[in-house]
């Protein structure tokens, strides 16, 4: 279960008609693979690499890159504490060290029950519920010791099923629209136009 | 009354739907722009509106468009990478008016008859990036989008890009080198301007969400009405995020240039001052790439030129309060250390001068440092960016490497007393 199979795939193969230059959809790809398997392992780099029309190395070499991107397994919900200046000006090195306290892990492990990640993050562009954490890039805030410890607790017994997904479920709104309106055609609307003003000099 | 664009609709508890975007004058500007106006028109207004990128380096709108390259195949990409610590007003406006931002992206890629648009929001938006979804889909279903918007003969797709969590990709050239599916590497320059070349090479527009999220008014209004707001440069009004040690952090819209840093930190109807028996110890105001403000610049009113004058800039309108209690070692180590992590690593003062500065800093701030730290540390800021001076000069592809310096140097040169006690007698005074 690496490669996209069924409705994965007629999934990539829509996001890879979406550009007029297939590589535009890797990064897409990528999150995509998370989907599937909560992580982008080798054979989904590999095979976005056929989809797209690069090679594994390359894919890798983007993937490497981002914080998101994940290639190793993760825990079901990963929590991103921000401890940015706007943060930390209110307690998010505290709330980190709870954080550590309450999930009994240290920053960057997974729990034992595979449940929960704990990362420390650069802002997350949610300043004013400062200190703020996302779950799996759903955000909370303003946190302390026991409204993390609620959060905990919510997630692990379900409660917030609907609102947080589990890792690398990204978007779950999809594409309705009509297929992409062909470049060729755009091409060739503005050829014809160039002459038109051409012929009305 | 404080005049509202971008944020009119925020009030609504239902702000983000359809029926309320409808309901309050959503596709009007559209219908406007590509049933009466012809495309040189819409440019022509957003000129006369004197629209400054709210990106951060505060361009104006027009003239960027006024520099497309006339191939047949040009670009839009609306840029809503926003990763500038202590900058939320994207976040903020994805989530609550994706529909203002689709029909506002589709003003821009009319006037500039772009073949097909981007809008690129950072990976982590994961709400605002399902609105914008849904605002896109509502779109093509009301003929809003798609094939003959309207029933006029503009035609146009956009597409939703998550981005995958790197700050650098908010740098016009990496977010384009990272919508081809590469990691997010500065281009060299020149090309200055993607408007040159871009995506795939071709001529490309990038704009800001904010930008673009002022062009249905703009339309609507006329860019006169836009320009008789704020003064001189600074036209429209401006979405500040304020955030840090005051009591009531918030995205305020703000006519340009009609208030003050003192108004919008204290004032009754923004901040509320600080908590009880605090006082002022520095501000930022414009993002943590700006130099740092002291009590005496309070009165300086929140205008692009203003800023700029007095030694700083609007940057990305956000605006950081530090009160006497905060640490200004532990703050400017903490900007340091997310320019270093946040480095592509092309460049090699920025990668390496980073990585050393981030640790300078912080076993100054542990209690370990000595005191010949602080000139080397201002001699590392020099090797970055020569002179330390602002605007600052540049070794560095990009403008990251640059953005080190300004916390760094405000905070030694104002603050030296207090690196002197962590350094000397190994303890933080505000601890």
């Not at chain 1, 279960?1 to 193969?13: D, I, N, Y």
Request: glycine share 10%; charged share 25%.
């Amino acid at each position: 279960m690496s490669r996209f199979t069924g409705e994965m795939l007629s999934r990539a193969e829509e996001l890879v008609s979406l550009y007029p230059d297939p590589r535009s959809a890797t990064i897409p790809l990528c999150h995509l693979a998370q989907e599937q398997d909560g992580y982008v392992t080798n054979e989904a780099m590999a095979h976005i690499a056929e989809l797209v029309g690069s090679s594994a190395a390359e894919v890798q070499g983007t993937a490497s890159f981002y914080d998101m991107l994940k290639l190793e397994p993760v825990g079901r919900y990963v929590i991103g504490v921000c401890t940015n200046i706007a943060c930390m000006l209110r307690g998010a090195y505290e709330l980190l060290e709870d954080a550590e306290g309450v999930l009994d892990v240290p920053v960057g492990a997974t729990t034992a029950d595979g449940l929960f990640t704990l990362e420390e993050v650069e802002c997350i562009a949610h300043c004013d519920r400062a200190p703020a954490a996302q779950v799996n890039y759903r955000y909370f805030g303003p946190l302390d010791r026991e409204s993390f410890e609620t959060l905990v607790t919510q997630l692990r017994n379900g409660d917030l099923d609907d609102e947080v997904p589990p890792h690398g479920t990204l978007l779950r709104v999809r594409r309705e629209a009509p297929a992409v309106i062909p470049m060729e055609e755009i091409d060739r609307y503005r050829a014809q136009e160039a002459e038109r003003e051409k012929a009305s000099d | 009354m404080t005049e509202r664009i971008v944020g009119a609709r925020l009030h609504y508890e239902d702000s983000a739907t359809l029926e309320r975007f409808l309901a309050t004058g959503g596709d009007d500007g559209l219908r406007k722009a590509v049933l009466e106006m012809r495309p040189e028109e819409v440019a022509a207004q957003v000129m006369t509106a004197n629209l400054l990128g709210r990106g951060g380096a505060g361009f104006e709108a027009g003239r960027k468009w006024s520099m497309l390259r006339k191939a047949p195949r040009r670009y839009l990409v609306i840029n809503g990478d926003e990763s500038e610590p202590a900058t939320f007003k994207d976040h903020l406006l994805v989530e609550r008016d994706p529909h203002q931002l689709v029909e506002g992206a589709t003003i821009a890629a009319y006037a500039i008859e772009a073949s097909f648009v981007v809008i690129y929001l950072r990976g982590e938006f994961a709400l605002g990036l399902e609105r914008v979804q849904q605002a896109i889909n509502e779109a093509y279903a009301r003929n809003a989008l798609g094939r003959s918007i309207f029933g006029s003969s503009f035609s146009v797709d956009i597409v939703l890009q998550p981005g995958a969590g790197a700050y650098i990709c908010g740098e016009e050239t990496s977010l384009i080198e990272s919508l081809e599916g590469k990691r997010g590497f500065p281009r060299i320059k020149p090309p200055y301007f993607p408007a040159v070349i871009g995506l795939y090479g071709e001529p490309t527009i990038v704009n800001n969400v904010e930008t673009v999220s002022n062009l249905p008014w703009i339309i609507n209004h006329g860019g006169e009405a836009f320009k008789e707001l704020g003064e001189g440069r600074s036209t429209g009004t401006r979405l500040f995020a304020l955030s840090g040690q005051v009591q009531r952090p918030g995205p305020y819209e703000v006519e340009m240039t009609k208030i003050t840093f003192r108004d919008l930190i204290y004032g009754e109807e923004f901040g509320q001052g600080l908590r009880p028996g605090r006082s002022l110890a520095a501000f930022i105001p414009g993002g943590v790439s700006a130099p740092w403000f002291f009590p005496e610049h309070l009165d300086i009113p929140l205008g692009q030129d203003e800023v700029a004058k007095a030694g700083s800039m609007l940057g990305s309108g956000s605006v950081i309060v530090m009160d006497d209690s905060s640490c200004p070692v532990r703050s400017a180590w903490r900007i340091a250390r997310f320019f270093a992590r946040e480095s592509c690593g092309q460049c090699t003062p920025c990668r390496e001068g980073g990585a050393w500065i981030d640790k300078i800093m912080r076993r100054i701030e542990e209690g370990e440092g000595r005191e010949a730290d602080l000139d080397l540390l201002l001699d590392l800021c020099d090797n970055i960016s020569p002179g330390i001076k602002w605007p600052p000069a540049q070794t560095t592809i990009c403008v990251l490497g640059p953005s080190i310096p300004p916390s760094v140097n405000a905070a030694i040169q104002h603050f030296r007393d207090d690196f002197l006690i962590h350094i000397k007698e190994g303890r933080c005074p505000h601890a």
